[in-house]
């Protein structure tokens, strides 16, 4: 028995699923060394990690063979969304059904007061978000004090959605002596020092492969122009046909646009983003797993704890902010032995930065062309070839009617309309620019702008590590300099300066305001060092302020740098700079709760 280690209402819960063998997450919480420890693991989205915890924390839960009464609860599961919390609340509950476990959930969106009347009926297991648990706990609804289990769910997502403050007020209410099982599929160094503040000897699993980041998942990259990216969706979705797909946007107003653009088309598509209330999140997940949508338009954080088995396709509209978001967008596809592909769609500009962004990931991915509409036409026909000729019952109302269709129109004519209304029901794809080195070339002529042949480079004393944005560093350059905003050209971020142009025949004008606004003694925006430069350093990233949005920060800072705003900005520039959507709000405003 592959899991007799298991007490007896688990191991026949995973027969009753069709559980044959462990995954390796699931086989390494059984071995002989985790047993008794607190446990620290790396394993892949999908890869079963769920059922694993659920295992390993039985060997806590149940005495002599089975669970006791729900006097005080034994273990607690912190997930980062509504949605993951509710789907591990699922799995467990079938995993410990045939042992009569009692499971709570505490999650936003839901009747708080309903919540607090199942914890003081007493609960074996308890699963919810940061925020709700924490709220439960000040009310002194939710008695940690009998706790032998504590699981941290996608731990790194919870602290890059600004829990930190929540899960440690939880943390520390604690028992000393409880088990702590962390679970993150990257290791940064805020869930290290997580680790070590609230662990002891804690045994290390890692089952992520070092190789690329999913093996069930092909990877594909393609180069189009920057203004043909909607077109390549299209193709995308109509090349592919995937019963469920998920597009990546960046921001909740880009979600909006596209998934308008796609509803007008014909496509069955859903949105999910931070503007959509749970019943509408509900009802929109509802339609995919219906098959009544097949396209899901989605934000990172939106996304987060979403699992549709029937998911085979994932496009990156917008490219990752890095290796780490890109392999957690992937990871929504190639589950549990399915495959997968994953497509990133590059702007021809942008193509060094993905290349990098690939190698980061330890992902080797093929660079294809943007599928033509010869290419879906294509593919289109044998689609339908194969539908057609798939053997089906019929019945003597179908042959009859056939027959009287037959003595109206020839086979030939009646095989025709078939395949017209076929296809009638099909988005019609969409004309893309060549993707050629000329077609490269005149893209980058397109960015080019009047009054920009001779320019003298300035440079900041602030860069990425302070939050930098062109969104709230161009308008304190007009600010500051006295310039309008068509006078400022290519802006280029680096790790701490920030690069940027202005015309030749306007330096004088410029140097001499910068200087009358300097206040380099305050805290506001004169704080910023401007100077002149010879031009930027190899390697700074190009921000054109006019090409759309920017890649959003990261919203962090070295010590001792620039004093910021709440969101990263220079204090003078604190209604330019709040954080994006996804972004932490502040100490109680964490996301959803």
Request: charged share 25%; aromatic share 4%.
């Amino acid at each position: 028995m592959p899991f007799s280690k298991l007490p007896t209402p688990l191991s026949e819960a995973l027969a009753a699923r069709g559980y044959a063998a462990p995954t390796p997450v699931q086989a390494a919480v059984l071995e002989p060394e985790a047993a008794g420890r607190d446990l620290i693991v790396s394993a892949q989205t999908g890869s079963g990690k769920t059922i694993a915890f659920g295992m390993a924390m039985a060997e806590a839960l149940f005495v002599d063979g089975a669970l006791p009464p729900p006097r005080a609860l034994g273990a607690l599961v912190i997930a980062p969304t509504r949605e993951l919390a509710l789907q591990v609340a699922r799995e467990l509950s079938w995993l410990y059904a045939k042992a009569g476990a009692r499971i709570a959930t505490c999650v936003g969106g839901m009747d708080a007061s309903r919540e607090r009347r199942a914890l003081s009926h007493g609960a074996h297991i308890a699963v919810g978000t940061p925020g709700r648990l924490r709220d439960h706990l000040e009310r002194g609804a939710l008695d940690l004090s009998g706790l032998k289990v504590v699981v941290l769910d996608e731990a790194d997502e919870m602290l890059d959605m600004g829990f930190r403050e929540d899960l440690e007020e939880i943390l520390d209410a604690t028992p000393a002596e409880r088990r702590t099982f962390l679970f993150s599929a990257t290791m940064p160094k805020p869930i290290v020092a997580l680790a070590r503040r609230y662990q002891r000897d804690a045994h290390r699993i890692e089952t992520i492969s070092q190789d690329r980041g999913h093996g069930d998942i092909a990877y594909q990259a393609m180069t189009v122009s920057p203004s043909d990216i909607e077109h390549a969706v299209i193709n995308l979705l109509r090349l592919h046909e995937a019963e469920t797909a998920m597009l990546f946007c960046a921001t909740r107003d880009n979600v909006r646009h596209l998934h308008a653009s796609l509803v007008e088309r014909g496509f069955g598509a859903v949105a999910l983003s931070g503007e959509h209330s749970q019943n509408e999140r509900n009802a929109a997940l509802q339609a995919l797993r219906d098959q009544r949508a097949r396209v899901c338009v989605a934000t990172d954080v939106a996304a987060r704890g979403i699992d549709l088995p029937s998911l085979s396709l994932v496009v990156h509209v917008e490219i990752p902010r890095d290796a780490e978001v890109l392999q957690h967008r992937s990871g929504r596809t190639g589950r549990a032995g399915r495959k997968g592909t994953a497509v990133l769609i590059v702007p021809f500009p942008r193509r060094r930065r993905v290349e990098g962004l690939l190698r980061d990931a330890k992902i080797n991915a093929e660079w294809i062309s943007a599928p033509s509409p010869d290419d879906i036409r294509a593919a289109d026909r044998e689609r339908l070839i194969a539908t057609l000729l798939e053997p089906i019952e019929l019945d003597d109302e179908d042959r009859a009617l056939g027959a009287r269709l037959l003595a109206e129109r020839s086979p030939e004519d009646l095989a025709a309309a078939l395949v017209h209304a076929h296809r009638a029901r099909l988005p019609q794809p969409e004309e893309l620019v060549e993707n050629s080195p000329a077609a490269h070339r005149a893209a980058q002529q397109e960015k080019h702008r009047p009054g920009f042949d001779d320019v003298v480079w300035f440079k900041m004393n602030i860069g990425r590590r302070q939050n930098a944005d062109p969104r709230w560093i161009l308008p304190l350059l007009c600010r500051r300099g006295h310039v309008t905003k068509s006078e400022v050209g290519a802006i280029r971020i680096g790790q701490t300066e920030t690069f940027f142009q202005v015309p030749r025949n306007i330096t004088a004008k410029f140097l001499d305001a910068i200087k009358r606004t300097a206040d380099h003694e305050g805290g506001d925006e004169g704080a910023v060092l401007i100077v002149q430069s010879d031009g930027p350093p190899s390697g700074t990233r190009g921000d054109n302020p006019r090409s759309g949005p920017p890649p959003r920060a990261r919203l962090s800072a070295a010590p001792g740098a620039t004093p910021r705003a709440p969101g990263g900005a220079p204090r003078g520039a604190r209604h330019q700079a709040r954080p994006t959507h996804g972004a932490p709000r502040g100490p109680r405003g964490k996301g959803p709760r």
